[in-house]
């Protein structure tokens, strides 16, 4: 059965949460977190798609353009696309309102999306990119191909090293250290060697919030790549197993979407 990376990470968070949620498959409301990251994560995906669109777009103006003549008025306003303004109307169609708990909350993150899409489209213009996937879903097939994982890498960028994977994330940002043993950065980074056949030069977790955009830089070697694949394994083999002991804490269990139904949840 393939696995994606936020079901192995359930189930490193408390094996029972994993168990209502993925074999139970109990009902949980969307909560209010889920439903703006969804939004944030929807409209960089419109806007690295209008990049690679407009980058298409130029290539092939480049390549033909001795075939045109007359008014390029239309094609220059679809490159002029790539703007703050266009950015925030992209926010505004993308904007989830379930999972808030009333229409003034719903509003005011809809404001602070605003704020941090500020700060996004101005680190993103500090220099020239070139997207070479916007979601781009992988298979990639652990060890002799018995098993799968599954997901979807927010954003691939080409530089001169080689490849960028740039994750987005609207929580507090993470320390350098949690970020270079961040084991969802290891399955992007085995993944998108596998699609591209190309080397990962570097992996960025990219964090969203309204006092700006922190990056977190890291790369894996290959011995780290093994690493992570043995964590991998081990896990499924636990999920496999049916081992769903729960491991409650405080802080976990706060935060769990089934706190309600579960016995032994900390209060």
């Known amino acids: 059965m393939p696995l994606s990376y936020s079901q192995l990470q359930t189930y490193r968070t408390c094996p029972r949460q994993y168990e209502y949620a993925f074999v139970k498959k109990l009902d949980r409301p969307l909560s209010a977190e889920e439903s703006f990251g969804s939004s944030m994560h929807n409209t960089l995906k419109k806007w690295g798609e209008r990049e690679k ?4 777009q130029k290539a092939v103006g480049s390549d033909q353009l001795h075939l045109f003549t007359g008014d390029t008025t239309q094609q220059d306003s679809d490159f002029c696309l790539l703007t703050s303004d266009h950015l925030h109307s992209l926010w505004h169609q993308s904007f989830i309102v379930e ?4 229409r003034i909350e719903a509003d005011f993150q809809r404001k602070v999306g605003e704020q941090i899409l500020q700060h996004f489209f101005a680190w993103w213009e500090q ?3 070139v997207v070479v996937g916007v979601e781009s879903s992988f298979k990639y097939q652990l060890g002799d191909g018995s098993e799968t994982l599954t997901g979807r890498l927010d954003r691939v960028e080409r530089t001169l090293k080689g490849l960028r994977i740039i994750d987005f994330k609207t929580g507090q940002p993470r320390t350098q250290e949690q970020c270079d043993s961040d084991l969802q ?3 992007y980074a085995l993944a998108a060697k596998q699609i591209y056949e190309e080397p990962v030069d570097e992996l960025i977790l990219l964090f969203l919030n309204e006092e700006g955009i922190t990056e977190r830089r ?9 690493d992570a694949e043995k964590s991998i ?3 499924i083999t636990r999920i496999q197993e049916k081992d769903f002991a729960p491991t409650p804490s405080f802080p976990v269990c706060s935060r769990c979407p089934y706190k309600g139904i579960c016995d032994v949840a900390a209060a």
Request: charged content about 25%; aromatic content about 4%.
């Open 53 to 56: 669109e407009g980058s298409r």
């Open 218 to 226: 890291t790369h894996r070697n290959e011995s780290q790549l093994r």
């Open 127 to 129: 220099e020239s990119r």
């Open 185 to 187: 950065l290891s399955i």
């Open 99 to 102: 999972g808030y708990a009333s």
């Open 233 to 235: 394994t081990s896990l």
